[in-house]
């Protein structure tokens, strides 16, 4: 096969993986310049979810059709965004993790994102930035995301159980996942993704109430508030046995099932 010919063809595979990862966000046509064009694959389970239709235009970010979803009032009575959570959490000093902070680190993707990553909390590299995953591990998720899974990384949406970095990496302490948890399942309830990946034992077990270990939750499903989870293993715990990637990968195909997204061959 010549260069050109490879080319075109990673080009049809990314625009088709695109495509699947718009169906499973609910969108049902893409506007393409001229008439409307119809996704021509039987829908998937995930696409009769309430997610609101989505116009794409080429090369504008995606628009929403109808007004921003609100699912539940926050506790100071305004509708449940991203944006009035963040305001909410302000310049937070509920708990002691304040003091060694640099920076809040909130999240990121896309507010009406399918998946939701949720990690443990911030390394130095995402205190310095204040953004989730942007160190090393953050480096392996984000090749998970866009090589595994084949969509963009701010497609999805990625967090952490607490928003400042505990001192010295060390695990947050209950206290502080205490004080913190609210902000996370707030951000999920405006959100209401499609299926959570919880990432290693601290959100795993904070999430789903649990004391038993990501080495037994580990690709088993489990759900929280009707949304299915799959537990599977930090990324930094890749990096330090990287013979468990294969298990991520079991469980990464599983969310892509799901979805029912196709699952690359390559892994
Ligand atoms: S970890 Fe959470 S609760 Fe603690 S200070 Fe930071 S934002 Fe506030």
Redesign the pocket.
Known sequence: MSDIQKQFLDILTDVRAHLEYQRALGVKSIEAGAPNIQIPVVQPAVASLPKEQIILTPGAPPVAKEPEKTVAPSQTGQPLTLESIREE?GD????K??KG?TN?VFGEGNPKAVIVFVGEGPGFEEDQQGRPFVGAAGQLLTDIIEKGMNIKRAEVYICNI???RPPNNRN?EPD?VE??IG?VKQQIRAIHPTVIVTLGNVPTQNLLNTKQGITKLRGVWQEYEGIPVMPTFHPSYLLRSPGEKKWVWVDIKNVLKKLGMQVPTKG
């Open positions: 959490i937070c000093r509920r708990c993790l304040h902070r809040i607490v928003k400042c947050p502080e004080s913190c902000f």
